[in-house]
């Protein structure tokens, strides 16, 4: 199940189970979205993007909507593996003019069961 | 693709000495790199960008005098964390941006775990 609270939000599956997780950003003049995929001491590694005329983006595995009427993105997972245990970060820009300035958002830490 | 290295991986100090951290990117050019710093268990938080010849520009709450940056190529920008104190001790992470790229684009290093005692 997932839980929220004052520590990383957890989501643990099954493997072999699609994994659903969720972020909920805060600007709705934020116009590009990356999910990234933070293993335990290295640093974020990108998985698929989506700007904000898409409501959905495809690619190996991995699913991205985003719903900008609630600001909401999520980023699903198919027939989850042990190798996707690993702590996943959405992160958003909000205007062409930042010049790549990304601002995370707070992550969910996937922790897939053999 | 594209790899950005930083050194070290890991640096134990004590309280009051200075650290310097590099981040390299090895097989391009980078105008711009960002550098981000992480508390265990919590998301990535921008301090600065790191222009290539200019000075850099911090985010808010971020003290220049105590996280100095210097982006003196366009493959290496080094962030110099002085007086070091055991609440900064966190992992540093940077990112590099290759000339007209955007968004998508940003690579990132491995990070630095600084610990201070």
């Known amino acids: 199940g997932e839980s929220v609270g004052l520590h990383l939000p957890t989501l643990s599956v099954q493997e072999g189970d699609n994994s659903i997780i969720n972020c909920a950003y805060s600007?709705?003049?934020?116009?590009?979205f990356i999910w990234y995929k933070q293993e335990s001491g290295k640093g974020p590694q990108f998985i698929i993007d989506?700007?904000?005329?898409?409501d959905k983006r495809q690619g190996q595995r991995v699913t991205v909507l985003l719903n900008k009427t609630v600001k909401h993105l999520s980023l699903q997972i198919a027939a989850t593996q042990p190798g996707d245990s690993a702590v996943y970060f959405c992160a958003e820009t909000r205007d062409y003019n930042q010049g790549g300035k990304l601002i995370f958002g707070q992550g969910t830490e996937l922790s897939v069961k053999p | 693709g594209a790899v950005v290295s930083q050194h070290p991986s890991w640096v134990i100090c004590k309280s009051g000495t200075s650290v310097k951290i590099e981040c390299r990117s090895l097989d391009f050019q980078a105008t711009t790199m960002f550098w981000y710093r992480q508390f265990p268990k919590q998301s990535l938080m921008l301090m600065a960008t790191?222009?290539?010849?200019?000075?850099?520009?911090?985010e808010q709450g971020v003290e220049k005098d105590k996280f100095l940056i210097n982006h003196a190529s366009l493959t290496l920008s080094t962030l110099t964390v002085t007086s070091a104190h055991p609440e900064d001790s966190s992992f540093y992470i940077c990112?590099?941006?290759?000339?007209?790229?955007?968004?998508?684009?940003?690579?990132f290093g491995p990070g630095t775990r600084l610990t201070v005692l």
């Open positions: 990112s590099a941006l290759p000339p007209g790229a955007v968004y998508n684009e940003q690579f």
């Open positions: 790191s222009n290539e010849g200019s000075k850099a520009t911090y």
């Open positions: 600007n709705s003049a934020s116009d590009y």
């Open positions: 989506i700007r904000s005329n898409m």
